[in-house]
């Protein structure tokens, strides 16, 4: 899977929007941007996916550089409950397992 | 709906015992996946099963690590000899077949070895 570089920590206030940013320069056209979230003391969990298009769902939403190259995870306004590690993946297939880099910790402030 | 569930949630051992840690998948989904994260380290992947077989075995770490899965359902990771590397959390995650990418993650089992 191509490498996906990330910032170690963002921090922001609570009830603000939070943009986490993604490189991945080396993606190839059949890369799939996957995002997963980990929280405190928990598995990750799946936060959203695309391809191309900007994507939008119930957590968060996606958008996605025109070349690809990058892409940014955004809270349209954070919670406590959203402090976590966020990881950017690239994946080919469904079947691979997930190759998690470090990813960016985020802190939110009350 | 219940979701992964993982057992124990935490395991103290000794260095030399084997250690078993069982997943249970969520109902249906046909594939299987084994990380483990060590403190201050990031996830890594271990084994990976579709259905009872285990196509990918690549990330177990050493011939002391060996996984089983019996009836496309429950998952158990064997440790056998354990030493203090091994000392970690073990995250188990399942996706449905043909489904959405998503893979769904327990709660992981946290190994000391002492």
Redesign the interface.
């Known amino acids: 899977d191509a490498k996906t570089t990330q910032p170690n920590s963002m921090e922001s206030n609570e009830e603000e929007p939070v943009h986490l940013p993604c490189n991945h320069s080396t993606i190839s056209g059949t890369d799939?941007i996957?995002w997963y979230r980990q929280l405190p003391s928990?598995?990750?969990?799946?936060v959203i996916?695309g391809l191309t298009s900007n994507v939008n769902n119930r957590m968060a939403s996606l958008a996605i550089a025109e070349d690809r190259k990058s892409s940014t995870l955004i809270l349209h306004r954070a919670t406590l409950r959203d402090a976590a590690v966020y990881y950017c993946i690239l994946?080919i297939?469904?079947?691979t397992?997930?190759?998690?880099?470090?990813?960016t910790r985020l802190s939110v402030i009350a | 709906g219940a979701g992964v569930s993982q057992s124990p949630s935490n395991k103290v051992t000794e260095k030399g015992k084997d250690v078993e840690l069982r997943c249970d998948p969520i109902s249906g989904h046909t594939a299987l996946y084994w990380y483990r994260q060590s403190l201050g380290q990031g996830l890594e992947f271990l084994i990976y099963f579709q259905g009872n077989s285990a196509p990918d075995k690549s990330g177990l770490p050493s011939d002391r690590f060996s996984a089983e899965r019996t009836g496309g359902s429950v998952s158990t990771l064997t440790i056998q000899r354990t030493q203090q590397e091994d000392s970690a959390v073990y995250l188990c995650a399942s996706r449905q077949w043909g489904g959405l990418q998503t893979q769904y993650f327990g709660p992981g089992t946290r190994l000391l070895v002492l």
């Open positions: 799939y996957h928990q598995g990750p969990e799946y996916h994946r297939s469904g079947n397992p997930l190759v998690f880099g470090k990813g």
